[in-house]
């Protein structure tokens, strides 16, 4: 599959009018023909997941409310009445390729706060590992303005970088960026390769959309910005046609956004760099070796845990002696990583009363410092924490 061939984990993102047509409602023929791209993709090995615009389009159709601009109350109506057909109708289109469709309906906090990203990421992981295709949409019954991510552009990028998609596809009614918009210069210069969003590139998006979908080239680029620096690559290509991401692998039209990394390498900056640490874990030298060889943490390895931590918050990993030696996303709280600290992931069950996940911190949450720069633990932040738990 030529250019698509090196991507292992593909998220692509629908808008709702290739999906939905008002009033008629759902184009049922384009859904089957990329859910057979779909299918090829899987057949392939490679993960792929859907975000999926349509349900307010859905709705209106369904509920006969025409082209007219709806109240915030009427879009949440619709979008209650057009996600259950949406997925009915992903879940049924899915099946005839014997691919279990699950549905995930994200709200803003979902990704912007860590302990509900984390367990969002989870669940979606856990999906694919199932070989289950995630379909997912904003919870547009529930999502008012504030909290909402608004359209599904942005939605999307977030969700690739959070489950470290390597290409998040916008599928949508244009086929890429141009150096002018060509509703108004027809001959406009077709951009086919971005290999960074500059400044010119942002001028070069103009505001267009459709009536059915709020995303214009704006919001591509945005989302753009957000898929490259976490090491996403991003491409935009017309979804028109049936088997739009078959005529991507056979090299379509397309706008190409490179990634800046690799995705794991962003996400461990993002654990590494921005947020302050709620507590101390504290390793023996065992756990100490197994984590250098790419291990995750396991509470059989933990001595002590001091701080005010909640599940999904960064914690310092400590040695025995002091030494910092990293930092990582815990999957338990304080208290429950208290009452299982030093035993065997077995045992989690029956001293939580529910069966927890089997590591502390999984290595994919986790950063640690080159050997050379582990130093003693003597910072402020660390220092506090642990005083105030003395
Ligand atoms: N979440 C909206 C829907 O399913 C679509 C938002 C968008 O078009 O970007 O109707």
Redesign the pocket.
Known sequence: MTRLAKFKRITI?I??SLL?DNPHGLKTDWLNSICADIAALKSDGKDVLVV????????RALLGLGKRPLKLEE?QA??AC??IS?ARAWSHALGEHNITAGQILLTLGDTENRRRYLNARTTIDTLLNLGAMPVI??N?TV?TSEIR???????ASRVATMVGSDLLILLSDVDGLYAEPPTTNPKAEFISEVPAITHEIEAMAGAAGTE????GMV?KIEAGRVATSAGTAMVITSGKQQHPVAALAADGRATWFAPNGNPVTARKRWISGQMETSGIVTIDDGAFRALESGKSLLPAGIRKVEGDFARGDIVRISRVDGTAVGQGIVAYDMAEATKILGCKSEQIAELLGYSGRSEMIHRDDMVLKPRAAASKSTDETATKTAKDHA
């Open positions: 993102k808008g709702s939905v999926s615009s349509g349900a307010i389009a859905m709705g879009s619709a979008a057009g996600q949406l949409n904003e547009d999502a991510y608004g359209d599904n552009d942005r939605l059915l979908s709020r995303g919001t």
